[in-house]
């Protein structure tokens, strides 16, 4: 059997990615290390740029996100060593003790780096910071954490009212609050929770459903008092906190592994195992998707590494089935929409997907970006304003695709084009390296493995 051939050139200043799909009897088969979650990575380089002592990171994932939070930090001041996979090893300055940097720090493509960074800007006494983002991160929306952080008495100048990038911080003493969010969101917890580190006295948040809680398992781990009521998805952090140095070992992004547990998923006589999956209650909505998609899946070797579940992740190719995906299930699942999309374009019958507005917001809007570009391919795709409805069972055929320069938008149409007849150009795809570098070789390697 002659293997699919896979491609990259440029065009025009564009990655091009050219994807002949896969021939009649071709599988994803054998094992897949996927690189370490982005989320318990951008956190451990912050808690450890501010903790007392040294912090060592295993498994960090060297994606341009990750990137971005080490440089800026390091323009305040934290000691941190050449990024690796092995080891980073990164020396804090405490509580409080961030300096002010001599240029305007850049988030570049990052808003988990951005919007959890400003927390700890605001509570910096006397200190004064700028910050920025690439295009993408300056069209984002800023409001939903500056506005708590106003109310707890932060300075913050911007755009639009301080609802854009860039954005200036004038540190300060912040006070006490009990911010009740009107969305779910870990990035708005995180921030809030970061800046009541130095408060003295209870910081609280309260969410309409529950989101990603890597920030509160993490700061309980480095020494903060962290109290969690789940019944009401509320968390409190008492301050002022002194935080120390721990070791943190990253687990796998399920993030990651969602683009090969759908691929193995919808291509026909796959059986794939992906190790080391970091499997957190609050991230593991795409299992609960993919399981009520009727997914042939299997958890194996689960056990905890410094806190966070973790286990390998087996799934075997089946016939998928409509379903409807919304409600509390969305905050759990929020990045794994685009290749949930992918997935339903496979299975019998209609599924949709509501309550995911947040999508329009993110890198792209995501919404638009999966409705046009399946469509391209074919697929029976309306556009919802808060999420979309995809018909499956529908013949998929090579087209030309834009990633719309967004990481997951990317990874998801590449899985898409492999189930197309006939080659598909995928332009920008490069995007994929801000959360997954090697995601093309890896990609190339199975197709011809």
Known sequence: MSSPILTVKTDQERQDLVIIPPVSGLALSGKIQIPGDKSISHRSLMLGAIAEGETTIEGLLLGEDPQSTAACFRQMGADISELSEQTVRVRGLGIGNLQEPKDVLNAGNSGTTLRLMLGLLASQPGRFFSVTGDKS????????VVTPLEQMGAKIWGRQGGQLAPLAICGGHLKPTHYHSPVASAQVKSCILLAGLSIDGKTTVTEPALSRDHSERMLRAFGA????DPSCHQVTVTGPVTLKGQTVVVPGD????????????IIPGSDLRVENVGVNPTRTGILEALQRMEADLTLENQREVAGEPVADIRVRSSQLKACEIGGALIPRLIDEVPILAVAATMAQGTTVIRDAEELRVKESDRLLAMARELGKLGAKVSERPDGLEITGGVPLQGAELDSYDDHRVAMSLAIAALLAQGPSHLYNAQAASISYPDFISTLKTALNQ
Do not use: E, G, K, N
Request: glycine content about 0%; proline content about 4%.
């Open 137 to 144: 991160l300056r069209s984002r929306p800023m409001s939903r």
């Open 225 to 228: 008092d962290i109290q969690v």
């Open 254 to 265: 399920i993030s990651s592994a969602a683009f090969w547990l759908v691929a193995a998923a």
